[in-house]
């Protein structure tokens, strides 16, 4: 059981549609990371968000993090074909260890 | 980008062989990260170290050790590689941790494919 659960693992959809992933745990976190992976590439930040209930919004993504610091999202409106990609949430509960989600697979078809 | 470089970027090798993986860096940051990469698993981390002869391990460290004799370089090893240890494997480095006014942003290398047959 890995600590940060991300629903779900696989989105397709069409060009325009909007979509909601979810990045859960039952541990709390300081801050929770929001990470992009493109084929063949590194994951790369797009996000941290620090405190409860915040809401954070990059061009047509919102993130925002739970009240109680266990969950976060990620909400992309129109989608894009640009959008495709691996998206990853990240935290680290105690010390220095980062932990992961499992990832969600982004397909949008133009 | 960040001064990440891991090298081999591909490798195979057969059961029972050793193995290391370097990561250099460039910019000089505290924290080195090793993260192997499967399928439905996300990034699962292996070791991390703190600084100079410091490391310790991840959630997943079975079979490998780590090693970071000079801020710039982490050595992970695989003293008998199996075929449940091929994956993808990625470096990260960190300047400061989460919390407070640093947003102990992770920046990785371009991945090390290993499979062993």
């Known amino acids: 059981t890995q600590l940060l659960e991300q629903s779900p693992q696989f989105l397709s959809i069409q060009e325009g549609e909007n979509l909601t992933v979810y990045c859960n745990s039952s541990?709390?976190?300081?801050?929770l990371q929001w990470y992009r992976q493109e084929p063949g590439e590194g994951p790369v930040l797009l996000v941290t968000?620090?405190?409860?209930?915040e809401v954070k919004k990059l061009k047509r993504l919102t993130f925002q993090f739970g009240d109680a610091r266990k969950d976060s999202s990620l909400h992309i409106t129109a989608a894009q074909p640009g959008d495709t990609g691996l998206y990853l949430c990240a935290g680290a509960p105690t010390g220095n260890q980062f932990y992961f989600g499992t990832g969600t697979s982004l397909t949008v078809i133009p | 980008d960040a001064g990440i470089t891991q090298s081999p970027r591909h490798k195979v090798t057969e059961t029972g062989t050793p193995v290391t993986l370097r990561c250099h860096q460039t910019e000089n940051h505290r924290y080195m990260y090793w993260y192997r990469q499967d399928p439905g698993h996300g990034l699962r981390l292996i070791h991390y170290s703190y600084g100079v002869k410091d490391t310790d391990k991840g959630e997943v460290s079975d079979g490998y050790s780590v090693s970071r004799s000079k801020t710039e370089d982490f050595l992970l090893t695989l003293e008998s590689a199996t075929s449940s240890q091929t994956s993808v494997y990625f470096c990260?480095?960190?300047?400061?941790?989460?919390?407070?006014?640093?947003?102990?942003?992770?920046?990785f290398g371009e991945g090390s494919r290993l499979t062993v047959l």
């Open positions: 990260a480095i960190s300047e400061s941790l989460a919390g407070g006014s640093n947003t102990g942003e992770l920046f």
């Open positions: 968000v620090v405190t409860g209930g």
């Open positions: 541990s709390v976190f300081s801050s």
